[in-house]
C-alpha cells in the first residue's frame, strides 16, 4: 500500500467532516468599533463534554518535507482549535476514524490569515508550522481527566508537497 500523502489546499468544504476552517473570508457578520473592525462572528463550533475553554500558548518547532507521520491523537472531551499569531500558514494532517484508530491521512496547508478548530474526538496530526515563528494560541478543554489519546502507526505515513 502506497503510504506517501499529498498535501492539498484547505477548503471549509474539504475539512468539515474534521471541524472548522476560520478566516476572514465574505463581508463580515457585523461592523464594530465606529465602522473600523470587521466582526466574523462565532466562528468555531467549541464543544466540551466539561471542563471550561482555556486558552493557552504553543511555540512548536517548524517542520520540513516530507514529513513522517507515526502518531495521531484525538481528544474525546472537548475540541482543539490552532490559531497562528504570525501571518503564515501551517501543516493540517486529520484521518477519518476507523473502528476506533484513524484511518487514511489527508493533509492540508492552511494560507496565511486562517486557522481551525478540530472537532471533538476527530484524529489529527500535532501542530506542524512549516514555517517559522511557530507560535500559536490554542483553545481546547481545560479540566479534571484525561482528554488525550494518541495512535501510534506500525509502519508511518509521509506527507509530501
Not at 7 to 35: E, H, R
Not at 47 to 66: K, T, V
Not at 87 to 110: I, M, N, R, S
Amino acid at each position: 500500500m502506497n503510504r506517501d500523502i499529498r498535501i492539498q489546499p484547505i477548503t471549509a468544504t474539504a475539512f468539515a467532516p474534521f471541524g472548522d476552517l476560520m478566516d476572514c473570508s465574505g463581508a463580515p457578520d457585523k461592523v464594530i468599533n465606529q465602522g473600523l473592525c470587521g466582526r466574523y462572528h462565532d466562528r468555531a463550533q467549541l464543544d466540551f463534554a466539561d471542563g471550561a475553554a482555556g486558552i493557552s500558548l504553543f511555540n512548536a518547532e517548524p517542520r520540513s518535507l516530507p514529513l513522517k507521520i507515526a502518531l495521531m491523537e484525538r481528544h474525546p472531551d472537548g475540541s482543539q482549535s490552532f490559531i497562528p499569531m504570525a501571518y503564515v500558514g501551517f501543516l493540517v494532517v486529520v484521518a477519518p476514524d476507523q473502528d476506533g484508530a484513524p484511518g487514511t491521512p489527508l493533509a492540508f496547508e492552511t494560507q496565511p490569515g486562517q486557522a481551525i478548530n478540530f472537532h471533538r474526538g476527530v484524529w489529527h496530526g500535532v501542530l506542524t508550522p512549516l514555517n517559522a515563528p511557530g507560535l500559536f494560541a490554542v483553545v481546547d478543554r481545560i479540566g479534571t481527566g484525561a482528554n488525550l489519546e494518541e495512535y501510534r502507526f506500525t509502519t508511518h505515513w509521509t506527507i509530501t508537497n
